[in-house]
């Protein structure tokens, strides 16, 4: 157990449709990041946050959106989905942010687009 | 850009023998860090070692190791012993770090398959 949470497990929705992705960081991180893993692209960073404020971006789209609040859990939004949106979305964790030696990986959300 | 190259799609070992994972990689950069996981059938990404691009001598977790040669750019994982329970995609992943937000990311290699055999 890495020691960050990822909720939900499975999500099943239609195409057109929103959802949440929700990432609790291990205790005492103040970094999240979100990746992206599907077959054919490979693992993909979408995004990081660092102490509530946006500090690098990856090739996340427009249609999704991401925020990380106060008591520094995250929140992965992906709307107007596609059938190609379908992934297992990780979220991730670090101390801090630039240089670090550890970034542990929460157990990801299966997300499939129908 | 930084570039990770894992050649091996797909590796086979016997059971308490070693074996060596190629991690090449790509990046103008003086300061990185290289990382290695491993993702079982299961999903999980299980963090295994890291390698600093100032560190000078090779990092060592446990069974694994990383055979780190800075001029050639690679970050090799070596798994000594191997056991059933190693059989799982392994990732070499590269940190990237952007000096005007002291943001960062990982960016992976397309990862190998490594199967033990009994």
């Known amino acids: 157990d890495s020691g960050v949470t990822q909720t939900p497990k499975h999500l099943i929705t239609a195409t057109g449709q929103r959802v949440t992705l929700r990432c609790s960081p291990r205790s005492g991180d103040l970094s999240v990041y979100w990746y992206q893993q599907s077959l054919d692209q490979g693992l993909q960073f979408l995004i990081q946050?660092?102490?509530?404020?946006?500090?690098a971006k990856g090739n996340i789209l427009e249609r999704f959106s991401a925020q990380q609040f106060p008591d520094l859990h995250s929140e992965l939004n992906l709307s107007s989905l596609e059938l190609g949106d379908s992934a297992l979305y990780f979220c991730a964790s670090s101390v801090r942010t630039g240089e670090y030696n550890e970034q542990f990986f929460g157990p990801g959300t299966r997300l499939t687009v129908l | 850009a930084q570039k990770i190259t894992q050649t091996q799609p797909g590796m086979f070992v016997q059971e308490k023998e070693a074996v060596t994972l190629d991690c090449t990689y790509d990046?103008?950069?003086?300061?990185?860090?290289l990382f290695w996981y491993k993702q079982p059938s299961s999903g999980e990404m299980i963090f295994l070692i890291y390698q600093g691009s100032y560190d000078e001598q090779n990092a060592t977790e446990g069974r694994y190791s990383l055979n780190f040669q800075k001029a050639r750019k690679s970050a090799n994982l070596v798994i000594s012993a191997s056991q059933l329970g190693d059989s799982a995609m392994y990732f070499c992943a590269m940190r990237e770090t952007f000096q005007e937000t002291s943001g960062s990311r990982l960016t992976f290699g397309e990862g190998t398959q490594l199967t033990v055999n009994p």
């Open positions: 946050y660092y102490n509530g404020e946006e500090r």
């Open positions: 990046t103008s950069d003086q300061s990185y860090g």
